[in-house]
């Protein structure tokens, strides 16, 4: 019997499992305190809603499969299509701009590398229904005061920014035909992980010439803002840009963010802004990635919705937390320890937990009728405050020995005390 | 395009999603209370981990498929494979009883019904390597307290007690040999799901007579414990079944139990006491149920374990809160509204937005730029405690007015007081 989890897959053990929770918590938490709500949709979509749209990664890497009645399944790689055939399903009842997030987990099919596996759990946040730049705004200053929240400051990581507009306008200057921009872009998105002469090879193979591929690579070269304008003069993604860096200063997140013109992500629906936070190197994968995408919501059939959000895994941010020591502790703890010392003292342990538990403590009881000092053993096991003993001649005259683990003093308390 | 989610299964918009984590926190937060770790693991499980014991109903409503490498995949119908799966696999490592939850989502391909879907999520909490009735008693009382923090009372609801082996001492007695009593406990399960005629048929199938199926009906009318034993003599059953019912009734939760000899359970690996709540006339689905399955780990290749749980699905649970209008409301609800009147002011809301978000505060900001009135009838929409208006002669000084949307009293505030 294989007792191993589906290859690529967790197990969560309790420990982890509290891990998860405080990170989750982090998401939540923070995305509620921003005024956005949380939805959900089925693990399991229509293999329709990924594969209608050709050249993306991500429609080669479905877990898909036909059901009992013929039906073509997916387990979802993302939840962006989710969210857009909720959105549309719904439009009329639904007051605009919305600002929605979710935890789903995202299944992909490919190889294994670090902080890459078959299945993650991915933070979704979005804005629907609001073209301006205070979307983009309201989206990143929610993302970095996460990464704040989860103990990073502007030394560990760096937000970059771009827009598609801009990667358009330079591949208009070069004279790349609007046509073949998508699959240029995709070969862009790659340049990171291939070599020089492999990345020229591909883009040749999308017609390009080599006097263009250089310029592509001298336009990507370019450090600033100020610089590119000078080279393209004032484009709107550039002025886009301008608007949502003065909104994050304003913020007080300015610091995070850097310009940075050759990020491209790899999604095919992106039309605006994009972004991708990462270490200051660019060391590792992508912490989180998202954009614009102001088109998506028509290609499945509805009218045009301005949208803007991101993907936040919890494979890699877990990775730098932990690279940077920033993680806390996830030891288990309780509040009590209730000990009954014979079966005699079980029916009054079991009472003394209960009201316990009624007055919100978290309360564990060792029924084992083990001696003193093995159930102070277990106590420190369990990281227990307090510890609640059960001895016959205290329970006579109604009272227990409560002990604070941690100063080791203990005195006699009455039942109606503790419980009360 | 198909804009619906797949047949079975659900979307959750956002009120759905609030009364969602409504009934998820409900459960965390009790299960810690009672000591209770959580634990997940994946949807998806090797196939092998629920077919390998053939003749459960629930093998044949499996989601399965061959993935890219020709692994037999399938989503989990239940979680206690994989929870026994995951024991097995660290068993040196863990320090027993241990006292898990979780909250997975479940998929079974199976006719719809009310209460029955093809997903749903089903918090389950087990005691694994405790072997004594204390270990029952807790697991009902951890249930039964759920029941009690989601406002049924003993009124609402019953506990029905059974235990597989009384039935197993029923069938022994009216001379079914041991090697039919699984199949002919499957089919005693349905037995308020068919006609009496249909009832018999199936168990003739199983070769029991007329003479033992009348003895087996007059078996399952017996209303007491008392009565069953008159018959039976004290049996290990029975004897366990008293144990059970007394330490409930010293945890102060006896009145929400009834001793129920119909209660069979339809998962094949309960070897002890086996229990359903449901209202007291059985109308509906059970809430929920689960027993002593002391055997399971061992047929995954562990050595014995003694088990006992529960699975407690978020559907009947909802259905029965709405009938008895037991469910509280779940309207979006905010802290607070902060609203700039003209594009001046953008920059400052964006800041007071953030610092009261940093005080912990949930913060929706109104950027439409509208008027006064506008801007109230959004914060009525969105159920704000308070609306923060930014007007240039209040902003000049310092100050910003702050309205409370429940007594509309208006005041000036300053900015420092109100985000310090």
């Not at 301008?242 to 940075?260: E, N, P, V």
Request: hydrophobic share 40%.
């Amino acid at each position: 019997m294989n007792l191993h989890s589906v290859k690529g897959t967790r197990d969560f053990y309790p420990e982890e499992m509290r891990m998860r929770n405080w990170l989750f918590d982090v998401w939540r938490n923070t995305a509620l305190q921003f005024g956005f709500e949380e939805y959900d949709a089925c693990v399991l979509e229509h293999a329709e809603l990924y594969t209608r749209k050709a050249g993306d990664e991500i429609t080669e890497q479905l877990y898909s499969f036909e059901d009992k009645s013929g039906r073509h399944l997916s387990l979802r790689p993302e939840m962006t299509p989710s969210l857009a055939r909720m959105v549309l399903q719904h439009q009329k009842a639904l007051s605009f701009p919305l600002k929605w997030f979710s935890v789903p987990q995202c299944f992909r099919y490919e190889r294994m590398t670090r902080g890459r596996r078959r299945e993650h759990f991915q933070w979704n946040a979005d804005i629907i229904g609001e073209s301006s730049e205070i979307a983009e705004a309201e989206i990143l200053s929610l993302l970095l005061t996460v990464c704040r929240n989860l103990g990073l400051t502007s030394k560990d990581i760096c937000l970059f920014l771009n827009d598609r507009r801009i990667l358009n306008e330079i591949l208009d200057s070069i004279g790349v035909p609007e046509q073949l921009h998508p699959n240029v872009m995709v070969i862009m998105d790659k340049r990171d992980k291939v070599s020089s002469d492999a990345f020229t090879e591909l883009l040749q193979q999308e017609e390009m010439a080599l006097s263009q591929i250089t310029r592509l690579n001298e336009f990507l070269a370019i450090p600033t803002m100020e610089e590119l304008a000078s080279k393209l003069g004032e484009t709107k993604g550039l002025i886009s840009l301008r608007k949502i860096m003065a909104l994050m200063t304003q913020s007080g997140l300015g610091d995070f963010l850097k310009f940075d013109v050759s990020i491209v992500r790899g999604l095919s629906y992106y039309t605006g802004m994009i972004f991708e936070i990462n270490d200051a190197d660019k060391a590792q994968r992508a912490i989180c990635g998202g954009g614009r995408y102001d088109s998506l919501l028509s290609t499945y059939g509805g009218g045009s919705i301005p949208a803007v959000g991101f993907g936040f895994g919890d494979v890699v941010i877990l990775d730098v937390l932990s690279d940077l020591k920033k993680l806390p502790s996830f030891a288990r703890r309780l509040d009590y320890l209730v000990v009954p010392f014979s079966a005699d003292e079980i029916g009054m342990a079991l009472t003394i937990s209960n009201q316990l538990r009624q007055k919100g403590k978290s309360v564990e009881c060792d029924y084992s009728l083990k001696k003193v000092k093995k159930a102070l053993q277990r106590a420190d096991e369990l990281n227990v405050e307090k510890v609640v003993m059960l001895f016959p001649d205290e329970l006579a005259a109604g009272k227990v020995v409560v002990r604070e683990m941690q100063t080791r003093q203990q005195k006699n308390v009455s039942i109606e005390e503790l419980t009360s």
